[in-house]
Every structure is written in structure tokens, then in C-alpha cells.
């Protein structure tokens, strides 16, 4: 839970200084990590052991260099798809 809004607080205000970026794409992935954030947080949940082990390797991974286009959407989506292993179910 802390790992999430740690990469979510980079984010937002570390990695995209000085690169092109797409503030809808990045406006997205910020929802997307602020409710893995939520779902980890309510203790009432069981969350897929498969997300979190696929969000450990996301919280774990280097952060792209250039996070625009394609690329940006295709993190975004596995983001989405981890917060689909973990039961999300909004």
C-alpha cells in the first residue's frame, strides 16, 4: 500500500521532468495506482495474490524514460490489469 502511493507521489512529481508527456495518460495511471491504493487499504478485502505479486514487480521496476504514446498507454494498461488481479471491481 505504501510501495503504491510512493510510485503514484514519483509519479506525479519526479519522473516526468523535462520529457514530453501526455497529461491524460498520466492523469489515468494516477487514478489507476490511487485505487490499487484503496483496494489494498480496505482490510475487509481479499485482493488476487497474482496482482500483488505483479505490483511488487511494477513498484520494483525502473520507470520508463520517455513515458509518452504508446508506450505510456501499454504501462497504463497493465497497471489496469493489475488492479484487475488484485478484484477490483468498479
Known amino acids: 500500500m505504501r510501495a503504491t502511493r510512493a510510485l503514484a507521489s514519483a509519479e506525479r512529481y519526479d519522473f516526468h521532468r523535462g520529457g ?31 496482482g500483488l505479486v505483479d505490483l511488487a514487480r511494477l513498484v520494483d521496476d525502473t520507470p520508463p524514460v520517455r513515458d509518452y504514446g504508446l ?6 494498461e497493465r ?12
Not at 71 to 76: C, D, K, S
Open 79 to 90: 497497471i489496469a490489469t493489475i488492479l484487475a488481479e488484485l478484484g477490483d471491481d468498479e
Open 71 to 76: 508506450p505510456a498507454r501499454e504501462r497504463n
Open 20 to 50: 514530453p508527456l501526455v497529461l491524460g495518460t498520466i492523469s489515468q495511471r494516477l487514478e489507476l495506482l490511487e485505487r490499487i491504493a484503496r483496494l489494498l487499504e480496505d482490510r475487509d478485502r481479499e485482493v488476487g495474490p497474482a
